[in-house]
């Protein structure tokens, strides 16, 4: 039973534009939410978080917007960098617990 | 200022064998967590330990798989008598305690022939 998901595959963006990465998840007692980073042969980084008392969280060029009642967050990305290709994955979890639920994710291409 | 080191990078086992994956956290970090990620897929929680304690097995198979993060020592993840379908990246991950940002190591890509 996958908890977490994370629809699209792969998405790819032309540099300077906005990137949009979608996370679908179906257990409502999740209440924080991380995004991860992750290039080939490496371990997952950390790169934001929310949690679910608020709907907007905002570092730098990245910000997650969380939709509790449709149940959906979405990570955007302004302005892209070639740099920022990698597999994003979203991750959910119960009460900041660090029992992740992680969807499958979303490989991003900027292209210069 | 190490970050998470697991070794070995990368192991192959022979069908039967058994594989011990090893993680040595951050540095002042007790609590460690085993993911896998299979292929095509994203990690799935196996296990989280705290200094000589299991605290959540929730997602180790019932059978073959074990772990332990003794008081001394690194964590270690055994798989006893592994078979293809064991074939995967191990990551492991260590934070302060549960609510703290966990940090991940680089995996443990292990293949079964």
């Known amino acids: 039973d996958q908890q977490v998901k994370q629809n699209s595959p792969s998405l790819s963006v032309q540099e300077g534009r906005i990137s949009i990465l979608n996370c679908d998840y179906t257990?409502?007692?999740?209440?924080?939410f991380l995004w991860y980073k992750k290039y080939p042969a490496e371990g997952p980084t950390f790169l934001i978080s929310?949690?679910?008392?608020?709907d907007k969280n905002e570092d730098g060029r990245f910000t997650v917007f969380l939709n509790k009642s449709a149940k959906h967050l979405s990570l955007h990305i302004v302005p892209s960098q070639p740099g920022d290709s990698a597999v994003y994955f979203c991750a959910a979890s119960e009460s900041n617990f660090n029992k992740f639920y992680f969807g499958s994710g979303t490989k991003l291409n900027v292209k210069p | 200022n190490a970050g998470v080191m697991q070794n070995p990078r990368h192991l192959v086992r022979r069908r039967g064998q058994e594989a011990r994956l090893r993680c040595s956290p951050v540095k002042g970090h007790s609590h460690v967590y085993w993911y896998r990620q299979l292929p095509e897929e994203g990690l799935k929680f196996m296990v989280y330990?705290?200094?000589?304690?299991?605290?959540?097995e929730s997602g180790m198979p019932k059978e073959r798989f074990s772990a332990e993060f003794p008081k001394e020592g690194p964590s270690i993840l055994r798989i006893q008598q592994v078979v293809r379908g064991d074939s995967a990246a191990y990551f492991c991950?260590?934070?302060?305690?549960?609510?703290?940002?966990?940090?991940f190591g680089q995996g443990t890509r292990l293949t079964v022939v």
């Open positions: 330990l705290q200094k000589e304690n299991i605290i959540d």
């Open positions: 991950a260590s934070s302060t305690d549960p609510r703290a940002e966990a940090f």
């Open positions: 257990n409502s007692m999740f209440d924080y």
């Open positions: 929310i949690s679910s008392i608020k």
